[in-house]
T-cell receptor
Framework: AQSVTQPDIHITVSEGASLELRCNYS??????LFWYVQSPGQGLQLLLK??????LVQGIKGFEAEFKRSQSSFNLRKPSVHWSDAAEYFC????????????FGAGTRLFVKA | EPEVTQTPSHQVTQMGQEVILRCVPI?????FYWYRQILGQKVEFLVS????????KSEIFDDQFSVERPDGSNFTLKIRSTKLEDSAMYFC????????????FGPGTRLTVT
């Protein structure tokens, strides 16, 4: 079965500092990879996705992620964090079986300090 | 921009009662999903629905759960006899047909079973 691991339960960064959230996946074929953000009490917003092609993908809100097949990783980065980025971030992999479903990691809570 | 909507935003019910959670997927989407997120835990797949039938369900989706598309716009999740452990955020999602594996998530319904 496919799985997603986010090794950091929570991370604290200073406003203006760079950010990297780690994600490792387990999947037999070329994965469909996603990063979602969830603000407190809110739904899931798609930040970016990787299906194929360029391994560095750009997303909304200044986020980017890099797919590294050799490391089974899809880490999320942002060069300069804003206080409004404080939220829960979920890495996910799409599983294509009879249909399609998304398997989520446990999430990383991002705290931003002034 | 079209979006998935869910009603109600918060539902409180007593154990043993039936609840129906409602979703309006994006109008030209053909695949529909329910996920749930127990407080503090990861988002979990419940069921996928296509062409008026369930295409896949998880082990969580037991006989107390059912889904229906009663008309051309709504997609519902029914829990027949709620238990305390059904308390969670329930997310509806939809996606367009084809190889675009991007799911669009609704804002969620917070279900509290007392």
């Amino acid at each position: 079965a496919q799985s997603v691991t986010q090794p950091d339960i929570h991370i604290t960064v200073s406003e203006g500092a760079s950010l990297e959230l780690r994600c490792n996946y387990s999947y037999g074929a070329t994965p469909y990879l996603f990063w979602y953000v969830q603000s407190p009490g809110q739904g899931l917003q798609l930040l970016l996705k990787y299906f194929s092609g360029d391994t560095l993908v750009q997303g909304i809100k200044g986020f980017e992620a890099e797919f590294k097949r050799s490391q089974s990783s899809f880490n999320l980065r942002k060069p300069s964090v804003h206080w409004s980025d404080a939220a829960e971030y979920f890495c996910a992999v799409g599983e294509v079986t009879g249909g399609f479903k998304t398997i989520f990691g446990a999430g990383t809570r991002l705290f931003v300090k002034a | 921009e079209p979006e998935v909507t869910q009603t109600p935003s918060h539902q409180v019910t007593q154990m043993g009662q039936e609840v129906i959670l409602r979703c309006v997927p994006i109008s030209n989407h053909l695949y529909f999903y329910w996920y749930r997120q127990i407080l503090g835990q990861k988002v979990e797949f419940l069921v996928s629905f296509y062409n008026n039938e369930i295409s896949e369900k998880s082990e969580i989706f037991d006989d107390q759960f059912s889904v229906e598309r009663p008309d051309g716009s709504n997609f519902t999740l029914k829990i027949r006899s709620t238990k305390l452990e059904d308390s969670a955020m329930y997310f509806c999602a939809s996606r367009i047909q084809g190889s675009s594996y991007e799911q669009y998530f609704g804002p969620g319904t917070r279900l509290t079973v007392t």
